[in-house]
């Protein structure tokens, strides 16, 4: 089950101000995950926090490893025990869910950290706890170079079908996010989302 706070933070990267919550969204096969990886052995101090799903492990992934893999019956627990700041059910009807108490616990603390949610999720959010949360809308080079990465990594066409025909409802959101970028050289994408993640924190003092 997931615990209270599922992040260990080293009180080494607590800041005195609040914690700076960053959101990255756009279409499943963009890229987000590979850039959040790359972005956490490159800055130090900011801490990914998994998001919580029922959908099923694929291969390469582990438990935290993007997500807290849990049961309908634990997620749905989780729900009524308002353990989310928001939650969804996304493609073939799995839960995707942001961790309250480890999301507050950060931001009280003064602890950096970045996740992904969909749009919808995001936009609830935004709605919760709209002082702390920077948002970045992730764009793929082209809907070919989108649909290429989404076979690439799941032989199961009709799983990439669903999740291609949420592009649309996905890129309808770009414009209210604070930041977008085109994720089509990785080099060059890590930089823009460190410059992105750098100027924010810099210019929080409180
Ligand atoms: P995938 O199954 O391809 O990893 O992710 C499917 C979608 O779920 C992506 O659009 C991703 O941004 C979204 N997602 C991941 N975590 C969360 C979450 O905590 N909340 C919401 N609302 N969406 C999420």
């Not at 933070?9 to 959101?23: A, E, I, L, Y």
């Not at 948002?135 to 032989?155: C, G, H, K, Y």
């Not at 409802?169 to 410059?195: A, C, P, W």
């Amino acid at each position: 089950m997931i615990p209270e706070v599922f992040i260990q933070f080293d009180p080494s990267d607590k800041h005195d101000r609040k914690g700076c919550f960053f959101v990255l969204s756009g279409p499943s096969g963009v890229g987000k995950n590979t850039l959040v990886n790359l972005i956490l052995k490159e800055m130090r101090g900011i801490y990914y926090v998994p998001s919580v799903t029922t959908r099923a492990m694929r291969p390469g992934e582990s438990q935290m490893n993007p997500y807290a893999f849990v049961s309908v019956e634990q997620f749905e627990d989780m729900i009524e025990k308002e353990q989310f700041l928001e939650w969804k059910k996304i493609h073939n009807n799995s839960y995707y869910g942001t961790h309250m108490p480890t999301i507050l616990f950060a931001i009280d603390n003064g602890y950096d950290i970045i996740t992904d949610m969909d749009v919808l999720g995001c936009q609830d959010a935004i709605l919760r706890i709209p002082e702390r949360i920077y948002t970045i809308f992730v764009l793929p080079p082209s809907m070919d170079e989108l649909s290429n990465r989404l076979l690439e990594r799941d032989a199961d066409t009709a799983a990439v079908k669903q999740r291609l025909e949420r592009v649309p409802l996905e890129l309808g959101h770009k414009d209210r996010y604070d930041f977008t970028m085109i994720n089509d050289n990785l080099e060059q994408s890590v930089n823009e989302l460190r410059s992105i993640i750098q100027s924010v924190v810099e210019q929080r003092s409180e």
